[in-house]
């Protein structure tokens, strides 16, 4: 389904003392039952995310209340720490889910509104060069930004997929002219933070 139509919820969940492991279980139920939802990922902790934590990535219908309809139907023991609500930009095309090992580094600006373009246009031009690079595998998933246009500022979020930590480690030396435009990103973003993952349901090998 194309990505254009959907609204996209992040949340980051926890369920201690259990581990991700029953909170993905749980989590899998209840989407079971949840009409028009789409589980694009649940990702759990490397570095920065708590074992007893869960990241989830979900497409629902335009006009859903997704952080509502979360809560409600989550047990009482999980905790929501945060819910927020985005929309695609230039990637992700589709909301297909997500199936490919490795690593998935999820990346948040504090951006004004004013500077959300700005970011999309630098990234997606900075991608160019960014990915055609041999020394390194690398793609970035999706950069989503917040599904309320009225507010003032909001957080913007980069899901960018590594084969491995090596990769992550020489992408952060890319072309010039991808560092130019990811410097320009990086200034008009009040805040940056990044979390280390993998996916919570790996691919069959």
Excluded: K
Aim: with cysteine; proline share 8%.
């Amino acid at each position: 389904m194309s990505a254009s139509d959907r609204i996209f919820l992040f949340a980051h969940l926890r369920c201690a003392p259990r581990g991700w492991q029953v909170l993905n279980e749980r989590v899998s139920a209840l989407l079971a039952d949840w009409p028009g939802a789409r589980r694009v990922g649940s990702f759990m902790g490397v570095f920065g995310i708590g074992n007893h934590e869960l990241f989830l990535l979900l497409s629902l219908p335009p006009g859903t209340d997704g952080a509502a309809g979360l809560r409600g139907r989550l047990p009482a023991d999980v905790e929501v720490l945060s819910a927020v609500p985005l929309a695609a930009t230039v990637r992700p095309l589709s909301d297909a889910p997500l199936t490919r090992a490795g690593l998935y580094v999820f990346r948040f600006f504090d951006v004004a509104a004013t500077d959300v373009d700005e970011v999309v246009t630098l990234s997606n031009t900075a991608w160019e060069t960014f990915e055609d690079d041999a020394r390194y595998a690398s793609q970035p998933m999706g950069l989503f930004r917040p599904a309320d246009a009225t507010a003032p500022r909001g957080p913007m979020l980069l899901l960018t997929w590594y084969d491995s930590f090596n990769s992550w480690e020489l992408s952060r030396s890319p072309h010039p002219d991808a560092t130019a435009n990811f410097n320009r990103r990086r200034a008009l973003s009040r805040s940056v933070i990044a979390y280390a993952t993998r996916l919570a349901d790996p691919p069959a090998a």
